[in-house]
Nanobody
Framework: QVQLVESGGGLVESGGSLTLSCTAS????????MDWYRQVPGKQREFVAS???????NYADSVKGRFTISRDDAKNTVYLQMNNLKPDDTAVYYC?????????WGQGTQVTVSS
């Protein structure tokens, strides 16, 4: 049974920082691409960042220079360090693990940035 469990969301003031974590079980973590997505009510889920072992992370233009994705394969965990947060970053953040045609989602963690 595959599980992805996100944590670290919360309420933060504009300009503040948060670090999200996503710990996976039931998969060979090092073989999966780990992504972060986010979604606000009424809008499509949007890509935020992606990390694969041994490769530089990829980022959406809206978060480049502010967010950093990293992974610890020994802990089966991917992180999203978010700095200089803006109200537009308010969303539910989801962790995604995928390999080939197989993909898995976490339950999401709420991030709210107050102005």
């Amino acid at each position: 049974q595959v599980q992805l469990v996100e944590s670290g969301g919360g309420l933060v003031e504009s300009g503040g920082s948060l670090t999200l974590s996503c710990t996976a079980s039931g998969i060979i973590f090092s073989e999966h691409v780990m992504d972060w997505y986010r979604q606000v009510p009424g809008k499509q889920r949007e890509f935020v960042a992606s990390a694969f072992t041994g490769r530089t992370g990829n980022y959406a233009d809206s978060v480049k220079g502010r967010f950093t994705i990293s992974r610890d394969d020994a802990k089966n965990t991917v992180y999203l360090q978010m700095n200089n947060l803006k109200p537009d970053d308010t969303a539910v953040y989801y962790c995604n693990a995928w390999k080939g045609a197989s993909g898995y989602w976490g339950q999401g963690t709420q991030v709210t940035v107050s102005s």
